[in-house]
């Protein structure tokens, strides 16, 4: 266990429901869902975000009031504690001790854990296209989908309207039309590779979208 000295006690005050553990698992699972960016690993494994009873209450024909405040709560909380477990981790794989990433600590983590194992020490035109990529993406998070007001951090709100999002998928009416967003609970590869890909994309998308709506949804304001 690295030791932080004098600020492991403040980064744990900042993320008290943090556990590296379930962060690290949650990391290496993600990032087993792509090959590259927008490709998905047809090996990857799914991350379920949700117990068995959260889907059992879900799946309910006629939820009462408190069932969908328990479902509702019980999410969110789920999301919370996996997105501090999750910075948790990042912190200590970069020698963060505040647990709000900077630029600098996003990039470090990226650059070994996510594009770690692309050759790109000996091509330096990738080497500056992946830092293009990994700047939208963190001013992405930071901003929590924004095109601006973003702080220059990323702390565990921002991390958990990352979550939330990547928990959500799109529903179509019976037109096919988009009808706005279900919660899943769980993350599958070949829709983690979509909101990946749109993460690294420059300008307003989906995942730009879900992270507003993310936002929202964790402060009660939808």
Same mark, same amino acid.
């Given at each position: 266990m690295q030791n932080f000295g004098g600020s492991r006690t403040s980064i744990l005050a900042?993320?008290?429901?943090?556990?590296?553990?379930?962060?690290?698992?949650?990391?290496?699972?993600i990032n087993g869902m792509v090959t590259q960016s927008g490709i998905t690993n047809p090996k990857g494994?799914?991350?379920?975000i949700v117990s068995k009873k959260w889907r059992e209450l879900a799946a +309910?024909? &006629? $939820? !009462?009031?408190?069932?969908?405040? +328990?479902? &509702? $709560? !019980?999410?969110k909380d789920n999301v919370n504690e996996l997105a501090q477990s999750y910075?948790?981790?990042?912190?200590?794989?970069?020698?963060?001790?505040?647990?709000?990433?900077?630029?600098e600590d996003y990039e470090k983590y990226l650059f070994k854990y996510r594009f770690g194992h692309y050759d790109i020490e000996n091509k330096?035109?990738?080497?500056?296209?992946?830092?293009?990529?990994?700047k939208v993406a963190f001013d992405k998070l930071s901003a929590h989908g924004e095109l601006s007001g973003g702080d220059g951090l990323i702390d565990k709100q921002d991390m958990a309207?990352?979550?939330?999002?990547?928990?959500?998928?799109a529903q179509r009416d019976e037109n096919n039309k988009f009808s706005g967003f279900a919660i899943d609970g769980i993350i599958k590869p070949l829709?983690?590779?979509?909101?990946?890909?749109?993460?690294?994309?420059?300008?307003?998308?989906?995942?730009?979208?879900?992270?507003?709506i993310a936002y929202k949804a964790l402060n009660n304001q939808l």
């Open positions: 900042e993320l008290p429901n943090g556990n590296a553990e379930l962060g690290e698992a949650f990391a290496q699972i494994e799914e991350f379920d +309910k024909p &006629d $939820k !009462t009031s408190e069932d969908l405040k +328990k479902l &509702d $709560k !019980t999410f910075l948790l981790y990042i912190a200590r794989q970069v020698g963060n001790t505040t647990g709000k990433l900077t630029y330096p035109e990738y080497i500056n296209k992946v830092k293009v990529m990994i309207c990352f979550i939330y999002a990547i928990s959500t998928r829709n983690y590779s979509v909101d990946e890909s749109n993460l690294f994309e420059n300008g307003d998308n989906l995942l730009s979208m879900k992270l507003r």
